[in-house]
């Protein structure tokens, strides 16, 4: 979107709406949009209206959906109840050995030198680590770092898949709203280290605020709403505040919705907004119904993948844990911790057929996720007694080992591009998924 195509929409936005209101908009463009976008048979071949798989569903029951939504908000709030972050010894500072270890370079493959990032290290401070213990909130959609930096870094972008955008700095994103726990501050105090529900790493200190009981309960009342349409955006009369993606959750109560500002002291207070539209934020759980199902899932498709939520959009996993948080559902951060959260069926040591097979007979559509380390899809049913898939997609390993770049939301079989004879086999979908997640 243009600026200019911008401003006009703000502008005539602001005639219609004063104080805080939320209102569709569209993420800004960026480098992640001009990703080759590859092309095959299964995108023309297979359905690509979701609700076609929408209507094969087996609903919920409402204890069932209310359960899991019981357990989504604990998970959500969890960080508000901790005493002190908690990392697994295997994961606190993985950063630091991931940039020591060999080199790091910048997208234009210039390496970074050591210099640079030993000052990287030496401001994350991690000496204090749970030093503060404090409890905070964001205050918008903002970047969770994996160093206290803005800088990108890769591993190297002369190998494939080693280049953009796979920015190891980009740990992962936090909508507004999102509960947190302070660890401690880096030594310019510009940045800190946070836990929230999902994920841990650096925020920048002036988009978070400090929270207290008073705020926590008055937040914390009971009656969540969620988006359920993407690319939408916050506004203060002509002025914007935030993107919001679909799934980001907001308190409300019969006067209006409420998300987190921050006064002079640096602590939160609720701030009531009201949506300039129906059909864009629902009170959640959300009915899992197909008429739901293909509203929500619709406002994926073709997004441009973005590694760790880089660039407003998203990766596998974010693509997944998004889907199902409407309905109530929480899912981890990355595809290795999302195929722990639901029931499990192993198919790793089977074929390719029977793989199919097992698949059909015991995946649910738009309930269950397949699983292959790195990589997580959602199942949405089946075409021609083909498995079919939607997933934030990279790219199709070729036989010379590069890939078929997809960079977007895809609508695929377990075997995309199977027809081009440059596609790898053994690399396929179908020959490497370890497992059905369910729920």
Not at 136 to 146: E, F, G, P, V
Request: hydrophobic share 35%; net charge positive.
């Amino acid at each position: 979107m243009s600026k200019k195509l911008f401003f006009i929409i703000l502008f005539n936005l602001s005639i219609l709406h004063a104080g805080y209101y939320l209102s569709p908009s569209q993420r800004e463009q960026s480098k992640i949009d001009k990703m080759p976008k590859a092309e095959f048979s299964d995108l023309s071949n297979i359905p690509q209206d979701l609700s076609y798989y929408a209507n094969q569903v087996k609903s919920f029951s409402y204890l069932e959906q209310k359960r899991y939504d019981n357990e989504y908000n604990q998970k959500y709030f969890a960080p508000w109840v901790k005493s002190e972050l908690i990392i697994p010894p295997q994961d606190f500072g993985w950063e630091t050995r991931f940039v020591r270890e060999k080199p790091i370079f910048r997208e234009n493959a210039s390496q970074i030198s050591p210099y640079i990032y030993e000052e990287w290290i030496s401001s994350a401070n991690m000496g204090s680590f749970n030093a503060i213990k404090a409890r905070a909130i964001t205050l918008k959609r903002l970047n969770l770092k994996s160093l206290p930096t803005d800088e990108e870094f890769f591993r190297n972008p002369n190998q494939i898949g080693e280049g953009f955008p796979f920015d190891y700095n980009q740990n992962s994103a936090y909508p507004p709203n999102m509960p947190l726990l302070i660890s401690h501050y880096s030594k310019d105090e510009k940045w800190a280290f946070v836990q929230g529900a999902y994920a841990f790493g650096w925020v920048k200190t002036k988009d978070i605020a400090l929270v207290d009981d008073d705020f926590i309960q008055q937040f914390q009342n009971g009656n969540y709403a969620i988006t359920i349409k993407d690319n939408l955006r916050l506004y203060n009369d002509n002025h914007a505040i935030s993107l919001v993606k679909l799934g980001t959750i907001f308190p409300y109560d019969k006067d209006g919705y409420f998300f987190a500002t921050k006064d002079k002291n640096g602590y939160a207070t609720l701030t009531k907004f009201n949506p300039t539209e129906n059909g864009i934020i629902s009170h959640k759980p959300l009915k899992f119904t197909p008429e739901n199902i293909t509203k929500v899932a619709s406002q994926f498709k073709n997004e441009p993948y973005g590694w760790g939520e880089n660039y407003e959009t998203r990766d596998c996993s974010a693509l997944t844990r998004d889907f199902f948080a409407p309905f109530g559902i929480f899912l981890d951060r990355n595809s290795g911790q999302q195929a722990k959260n639901g029931c499990q069926v192993s198919i790793k040591s089977l074929d390719k057929n029977d793989k199919k097979k097992k698949i059909l007979e015991n995946a649910k559509p738009f309930r269950s996720m397949l699983f292959v380390p790195g990589h997580i899809v959602l199942y949405v049913g089946e075409y021609n007694n083909e498995p079919v898939v939607m997933h934030a997609y990279w790219g199709i390993r070729q036989n010379d080992w590069t890939k078929l770049i997809t960079g977007r939301t895809i609508i695929s079989t377990t075997e995309p591009a199977k027809e081009l004879n440059s596609t790898r086999a053994g690399s396929q979908l179908i020959e490497t998924l370890q497992s059905i997640v369910s729920f």
